[in-house]
């Protein structure tokens, strides 16, 4: 369980060994670290400089000698505080650096992009992602479609609906081709309550249900893939792809009732 916490934080197999024989013995030299790690003194002296980069050890002189002593584990909670600070800070930095960015693309081909997420936390990822394009848009540039079966997306991502994703973006004009299910009906309800103005059809239940969960915005397309249980699905940002899927939608949204 330890390792698999010190590894989220960015730590390599031999500097979590490190680490965790410096917190056993506590203020130790690197011969007493390259025992109870079982690694080679030659290769401590890396691992331990890498640690003190990182903050994660402090490092003293005790008769000449040169000792290291690891984080507490309040002083672990402090820095994963601090380094969430650092990357608020940072995603405000990027956020303002979008123009530069752009600037770059500037007289180049404009190429397909895809990316490829995994289980829940990557569904939230999209998710938020979604939700930080459509606010950076003009309210006359909000529009959100997708095709999705609500059951299936309640049952990988239990309290979807609690999450309250979409229902309060300002100015948001959203539409939804749903599968009929009580859920759908829980969902529209939740919708009335909120700035969105949400328009929907009814996918009916002896049309069969979607595998998939899709949705499209701005130039991205996200397609969520739920058929095993666990969720795994690709983004692909291209002008041409999302207005392909664009087309697909307004002749699916035609041929439905309301």
């Known amino acids: 369980m330890l390792k698999k916490l010190l590894s989220r ?11 965790l024989a410096i917190y056993k013995i506590g203020a130790t030299p690197v011969k007493k670290i390259a025992k109870e790690s079982n690694i080679t003194r030659t290769h401590i002296y890396d691992l331990t400089e890498s640690l003190l980069e990182k903050g994660l050890i402090t490092e003293f002189e005790k008769s000449g000698i040169k000792h290291y002593e690891a984080l507490e584990h309040s002083g672990l ?11 608020k800070e940072t995603e405000k930095e990027f956020e303002k650096a979008a123009s530069v960015f752009e600037n770059l693309k500037k007289g180049s081909s404009q190429k397909t ?19 930080r394009d459509l606010m950076k848009a003009k309210k006359c540039d909000r529009k959100l479609i997708t095709i999705w079966p609500t059951e299936e997306l309640e049952k990988v991502y239990p309290g979807f609906l609690d999450n309250d994703i979409y229902l309060n973006i300002p ?12 859920m759908t009906q829980r969902l ?12 929907y059809k009814i ?14 915005w701005s130039n991205k397309v996200a397609q969520t893939n739920m058929e095993e249980g666990y969720p795994s699905g690709i983004i692909i940002e291209s002008k041409s792809v999302a207005d392909t899927f664009r087309m697909y939608f307004e002749q699916m949204w035609g041929s439905l009732s309301l």
């Open 171 to 182: 100015g948001l004009t959203k539409r939804d081709i749903m599968t009929e299910s009580e």
């Open 203 to 216: 996918w009916k239940k002896s049309k069969g249900t979607f595998p998939t969960d899709t949705l499209c």
């Open 113 to 131: 992009k895809v990316r490829f997420y995994e289980g829940v936390d990557g569904m939230i990822r999209v998710y938020e992602e979604i939700r």
């Open 9 to 19: 934080l960015g730590l390599q197999e031999k500097e979590i060994a490190v680490f």
């Open 188 to 199: 529209i309800q939740a919708y009335k309550k909120g700035p969105t103005k949400h328009q």
């Open 77 to 87: 909670i402090a820095y994963i505080n601090q380094r969430q600070r650092q990357w």
